[in-house]
């Protein structure tokens, strides 16, 4: 299934002043994908998404002095803030992430532990969520980087944290093991992208088992999507469905 929105016309994404930041502080290599980079972290910026977590290694520090170069040029508002996790950076919204510590009852969980034949629902108040609601509910917006640390948090699984802080309405959760093994090799998944100028904005998956329930609640979530995309660089969002069945799946 592939939706598309409405037709409007954007500006030119402002390449240069973003090329130029983005591989003086990321590195000429990585630097090479300025444009999805400045897409997601615009996105984050406006409230289309919660979170962005970086796919390249940077230093808090760096980070910092990114986001700050951006919004002196005036290519981000001023409301965007580091977490760190472990190996992992984590950009998000203030404002869309407090929004999210106040919904978490309208998540939708689905436990992949591996010892499930099947994926099945788990009721956002279940016990097995609440180290991870914990974490989540508590972590401080006030300070410019929040640190997560999760060696210390045996009870958050750091999969499901990414998943509420990124804003998927679909979020999965196990029980963390030694290989953190699941039930999804070989399990039939929908793939659900929303895609922006042939940019992956979101990507998550669910269930086949479980499509049937989930399908209105990912359509739900894509309407109200659609209607925080007055900003014209997020023109002609499209939502891309499609069947995929992997031998082994890796969160």
């Known amino acids: 299934m592939d939706t598309i929105t409405s037709q409007k016309s954007a500006p030119p994404f402002p390449d240069s002043k973003w090329k130029i930041i983005v591989q003086k502080h990321v590195g000429r290599k990585i ?12 996105a984050v910026d406006k409230g289309v998404k919660c979170g962005f977590l970086l796919d390249f290694s940077l230093t808090v520090e760096r980070l910092q002095l990114f986001l700050r170069e ?6 981000i508002g001023n409301g965007l803030k580091i977490i760190d996790i472990g190996l992992d950076k984590l950009i998000y919204n203030v404002n869309s992430l407090k929004d999210a510590q106040s919904k978490w009852d309208e998540i ?6 591996k010892t499930n034949k099947t994926p ?19 972590l401080d917006t006030s300070n410019d980087v929040a640190k997560i640390d999760v060696d210390n948090n045996k009870l ?14 679909v979020v999965y959760w196990y029980e963390i093991t030694g290989d953190n ?10 793939c659900v992208q929303v895609l922006c100028q042939r940019h992956i904005l979101y990507s998550f998956s669910v269930p086949v088992c479980l499509w049937d329930i989930m ?4 359509t739900a979530w894509f309407d109200f999507l659609l209607s925080k995309c007055e900003y014209s660089y997020f023109h002609n969002l499209r939502l891309k469905i499609e069947t995929v069945c992997l031998p ?4």
């Open 31 to 42: 630097g090479q994908k300025y444009r999805n980079i400045g897409l997601h972290i615009l």
């Open 70 to 75: 951006l919004y002196m040029e005036k290519l």
């Open 108 to 113: 939708c969980f689905i436990d992949i532990s």
């Open 120 to 138: 099945c629902l788990l009721e956002s108040t279940s016990d097995k969520l609440l180290g991870t609601r914990k974490v989540f509910e508590n």
């Open 156 to 169: 958050a699984n750091p999969s499901t944290l990414f998943g509420v802080q990124i804003g998927y309405p």
């Open 181 to 190: 093994s699941n039930c999804l090799d070989m399990e039939p998944l929908k």
């Open 215 to 218: 399908e209105n609640v990912v």
């Open 248 to 251: 082994q799946v890796c969160l």
